[in-house]
């Protein structure tokens, strides 16, 4: 019986996470130049560079940027593989801290 019952609250909790799973589609930035827009920084000749400086030099993170949001990523590492392009980010949001939680990252087409 409580096997049962742990194994109904595993499967409700299952659904609950797959249905808050969202894509979000947007350009890969750091903190400090939310808006993907480099050139007030310019700490590099590229987008990619500027931002990858942001984020070894001055301690920024890599966030998404959607054209008018700005999401915190909870996967630097992924995230780094695709500064400065264009992404399609599948994970959960957290509103609250507006924070994706990121299942995946893969470039947009």
């Known amino acids: 019986m409580l ?3 742990g194994l109904t609250l595993l499967t409700v909790w299952a659904l ?6 969202q894509t979000f589609t947007g350009t890969i930035t750091d903190d400090m130049c939310p808006r993907a827009d480099h050139s007030q920084m310019r700490m590099g000749p590229t987008d990619a560079e500027c931002a990858a400086a942001c984020i070894d030099e001055h301690g920024a993170s890599y966030i ?4 008018e949001s700005a999401y915190n990523l909870s ?4 995230a780094a593989k695709f500064v400065a392009q264009k992404v399609r980010v599948t994970g ?5 801290t ?3 939680h990121v299942e995946s990252i893969s470039a947009a087409k």
Request: proline residues 0%.
């Open 92 to 96: 959960t949001l957290d509103s609250k």
């Open 16 to 21: 609950a996470a797959a249905q808050n799973k």
């Open 64 to 67: 998404l940027f959607d054209g």
């Open 75 to 78: 996967d630097q590492r992924a």
């Open 3 to 5: 096997a049962s019952l």
């Open 98 to 100: 507006h924070t994706i």
